[in-house]
């Protein structure tokens, strides 16, 4: 069993998309054991992206971030980090594969529907970032 970040981002939240994301994971076996809907503050996304401080994209991202609110969750189930990242597809959603949740739900690779830890130690990391253990059943 594992336990993985996802993030519902502001654009799908615009979109009023949450419910079908989430049936995505459910549907393949995830579970939801934390969930919060936030509205991230300047400080708190450049510090959750801040492996991707020194990168061209980081402002705009952090700036797409604070746009709106995001649903955080954290999906427990067999293999979580990789199967969450499976149902994704890949980052740019023009690459991802159909049927996946980037080529179904968004539009390019800056407002791309959704985040998901991409190994399980960045897993850990994430989850204590946007949850306490008394919010994770
Ligand atoms: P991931 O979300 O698929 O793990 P990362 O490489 O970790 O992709 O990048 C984090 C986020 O930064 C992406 O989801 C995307 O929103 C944004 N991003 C990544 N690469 C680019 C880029 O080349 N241009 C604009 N935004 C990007
Ligand atoms: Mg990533």
Redesign the pocket.
Known sequence: MEQTLSIIKPDAVKKNVIGKIIDRFESAGLRIVAIKKIHLSECEAKAF?NV?KD?P?FN??VK?MVSGSVVAMVLEGENAVMKNRDL?GA?NPKEAKPGTIRADFAES??A?AV??S?SLENAKIEIEFFFSKREIC
């Open positions: 992206y991707h990168r994209f705009d991202l797409f994704m980052t690779i800056d791309n985040h998901g991409d």
